[in-house]
């Protein structure tokens, strides 16, 4: 395990310290738990954009589907003649 220090301002340190006090955990634990769940949606959102370009590329280059078969398609959803998803 690496050590890392930070400059924590009075406006983050003091609600940090109450909230240690409160969970009965150390400052090190509740700052490591915060920085795995920014570093998880980061990545999420890396993910997102990457998807999303992926996408775009994908409508760029003709691939893209009617949005009212789409939308006849999701009304059909749970019937007796729900229909198959619309193709290319």
């Avoid at 340190?13 to 955990?25: F, G, H, I, M, N």
């Avoid at 370009?53 to 059909?76: C, T």
Wanted: overall charge negative; hydrophobic content about 35%.
């Amino acid at each position: 395990m690496s050590v890392t220090s930070i400059r924590l301002n009075n406006e983050v340190e003091r609600p940090l310290e109450d909230l240690s006090v409160k969970l009965d955990r150390s400052k090190n634990y509740l700052i490591n738990q915060a920085v795995k769940e920014f570093l998880a949606r980061q990545a999420m959102e890396d993910s997102r954009w990457e998807d999303t370009l992926q996408a775009l590329d994908s409508v760029k280059s003709g691939k893209s589907i009617n949005g009212a078969k789409v939308e006849e398609w999701l009304q059909s959803w749970g019937s007796k003649g729900e229909k198959a998803s619309p193709q290319e």
